[in-house]
């Protein structure tokens, strides 16, 4: 069994459109970005919708995918990021969270962390103290502004700002060689 | 020598590299990571949190005909479409110049407006100085051409200034070229002086 390696499949794709290596790609990243848009505020359904949107970008974007850049997970964040706000902007919304849709962070939040303490746990994410890592997660990952991190953990802004630095810079003194 | 000394802090941007900035703010950031290596570097780094994350999240399961779909989508593009260098702006119209103030000139660009935050260019003469004004809510710039200069020092082409509603400066345009410079503004700008006042309707878009 081939080890999965997006890189290559992402370049299979780009050079000889590959489908072979799009659908492992597709069953790899599509039920990921779902969840990162379920995350980010959109309906199951329509987390459905642009987790395809995002795949077919992939797919048509795939030549330009520079490996020597970034991961391929980093390259496809950048992608369902863009769908994600693009998708805002469509709908006219100036954040990816209303209060009225906001879901109660704490509880699915803490079982994130949870179930992904243990994947984390040779990375170098999960070095990161927790009020850190919460911050940087809903952050990068929800799409929550830092003004709406502050509301919703009742922290003053200027503490969640000074998180998400302590993190970067803890992030940035580690994953140096990341990129 | 057009050297950028003034970049947008971390925080800015990791939120626009998480897509958390409002389009406003993300254009003017976008303008200056165009300008700026450095910025472009961190930003990558800051993506790369976004990848591990990703990669590290539980799967929430497609419908089952998702796969079915995306590959009739795709079914028609033999190539990848050849990619076009697109410039920063060409998504949006920019308005004519208008006058504001004697040196000083304005075009809109057609971000839409959320929160109140208006995006627009600023052109003025060399030696003008821009009346004393604080600001309602906050106010990015990126320099395009030329310079300006204020008491946090001088900022030339692809340097970044954020300014908050808790600043009052008074730029001065530095000799030589004409300061273009595009802006993200939130709220509106006062004036701390009679005549500033007095033209302060101008201002508005």
């Known amino acids: 069994m081939e080890e999965f390696d997006p890189a290559r499949l992402i370049n299979r794709v780009g050079t000889t459109q590959d489908r072979d290596a799009f659908v492992e790609l597709f069953g790899h990243y599509a039920p990921r970005v779902k ?18 949107e995002t795949l077919v970008r992939l797919w048509r974007k795939a030549a330009q995918y520079d490996p020597a850049r970034a991961s391929a997970s980093a390259w496809v964040y950048t992608i369902a990021r863009n ?41 170098t994410i999960v070095s990161l ?18 003004s709406q991190i502050a509301d919703l953990l009742g922290l003053p802004l200027g503490t969640v700002k000074s998180r998400i630095r302590l993190a970067l810079q803890r992030l940035k003194d580690r994953l140096g060689g990341l990129i | 020598m057009t050297s950028i000394t003034h970049h947008p802090t971390d925080e800015t941007l990791a939120a626009f590299a998480s897509g958390t900035l409002d389009e406003a703010r993300s254009v003017v950031v976008s303008m200056h990571m165009s300008f700026c290596p ?60 208008r006058w504001v103030w004697p040196g000083v000139r304005q075009r809109s660009i057609s ?12 052109r003025a003469e060399p030696g003008i100085q821009l009346p004393h004004h604080k600001h309602t809510g906050y106010e990015w710039t990126c320099v395009l051409e030329g310079a300006f200069e204020h008491q ?27 300061c273009v410079c595009l802006v993200a ?17 101008l201002l508005r878009l």
């Open chain 1, 35 to 52: 969840a990162m848009m379920i995350r980010r505020g959109a309906s199951p359904d329509r987390a459905d919708d642009l987790a395809q």
């Open chain 1, 83 to 123: 769908v994600s706000v693009d998708a805002m902007r469509r709908e006219g919304r100036a954040t990816p969270w209303t209060e009225e849709e906001g879901v109660d962070l704490d509880e699915p939040e803490r079982q994130l962390l949870a179930a992904e303490r243990e994947a984390l746990v040779q990375s």
């Open chain 1, 129 to 146: 103290p927790e009020e850190q890592l919460r911050v940087i997660r809903m952050s990068f990952f929800d799409g929550l502004p830092h």
């Open chain 2, 38 to 97: 450095v910025c472009n570097n961190k930003a990558r780094r800051y993506e790369a949190i976004g990848g591990a994350l990703l990669d590290r999240t539980s799967p929430a399961a497609m419908k089952p005909d998702a796969l079915q779909k995306v590959l009739q989508l795709i079914g028609t593009d033999l190539q990848a479409p050849a990619v076009k260098p697109e410039g920063l702006l060409d998504h949006y119209q920019l308005g004519k110049w």
């Open chain 2, 111 to 122: 971000v839409p407006v959320v929160s109140n935050i208006k995006v627009f260019m600023l």
């Open chain 2, 152 to 178: 946090f020092g001088r900022y030339g082409p692809g340097d970044f200034d954020e300014a908050d509603e808790t600043l009052e400066h008074k730029p001065t345009i530095c000799e030589g070229a004409a």
């Open chain 2, 185 to 201: 503004l939130q709220g509106n700008i006062e004036f701390q002086s009679g005549w500033g006042r007095l033209i302060q309707p």
